[in-house]
């Protein structure tokens, strides 16, 4: 088996990626960065996203699994005392491969016929860069709303967790294939009207939002942020794609909401 190691650079997580190198060599293992087969992220859910954007163009042959060395991630469940443990399991190839739903972000523009498409792990934001953000937001070919605002998330059920619940959407289960719309300080008074409440949007629905005072955005890629001018409109679906994770024992969704946002240490 092919494997890659993603660190975040600080000094625990190079020295467990070193340990965990020669552990899987000595298994048998090949490193291989081009064409890995399981890539290990090690450091939190910030660097399993660099990990995807890096092998996003083999989700179809590529695992990930994550070991956190700060606080418990969503995607990043692995202790670093457990790295032994880990290493033998794959090692084995012991584990299962589930597969989470991606969100595909299409950006058209008013002078080109070409577009420019980006996969988003957590989410993807839509911003004016100065004034305040108007767009018409399209579901299926109907105009929905006028959105006015400061900005937009559309989000994946795995990213639900992150920046979409700071924004009050809702938490999904990564088992859904369906995306999220929610509303960055909207604009709601006698003349101007949105829903006011996140939107969640199923696998065969597609959301379009279409400018309508600026043509030029900033728009999130998951933690790649863009500066786009000239854009015609911007299409949220599901993507075809998935993201794998090699997952080698139990770790329910709803137990590590628990963790995240509701335990305490203190207790």
Request: hydrophobic share 40%; with cysteine.
């Amino acid at each position: 088996m092919r494997f890659a190691i993603q660190s975040r650079n600080d000094a625990l997580s190079n020295r467990l990626m070193d340990e965990a190198k020669n552990y899987l060599q000595d298994f048998g293992l090949v490193f291989d960065e081009r064409e890995p087969e399981i890539v290990l992220s090690i450091g939190g859910d910030g660097t399993l996203l660099h990990a995807f954007h890096k092998y996003q163009h083999r989700l179809q042959d590529t695992s990930f699994v994550g070991i956190h060395t700060g606080h418990l991630g969503f995607y990043a469940d692995w202790k670093p005392e457990e790295l032994e443990k880990l290493v033998i399991s794959i090692a084995r190839m012991e584990f299962n491969v589930i597969e989470y739903p991606l969100l595909e972000v299409t950006i058209n523009y008013q002078n080109t016929k070409e577009s420019a498409k980006y996969l988003a792990l957590n989410e993807s934001t839509v911003k004016s860069p100065e004034v305040t953000l108007v767009m018409d937001v399209e579901l299926n070919g109907g105009l929905f709303e006028r959105f006015r605002g400061d900005g937009l998330c559309a989000s994946t059920p795995s990213g639900s967790t992150a920046y979409n619940k700071a924004l009050g959407g809702a938490i999904i289960h990564p088992s859904l294939m369906a995306f999220q719309l929610t509303e960055m300080a909207s604009i709601n008074n006698r003349v101007f009207r949105t829903v006011g409440s996140p939107l969640v949007l199923p696998d065969h629905h597609k959301c379009v939002l279409t400018p309508v005072n600026s043509p030029d955005f900033m728009v999130t890629i998951d933690h790649l942020q863009l500066l786009h001018k000239d854009v015609k409109s911007i299409e949220y679906t599901v993507a075809d794609e998935r993201v794998r994770f090699a997952r080698f024992r139990p770790f329910p969704f709803w137990k590590r909401v628990q963790d995240s946002f509701i335990d305490s240490d203190d207790e």
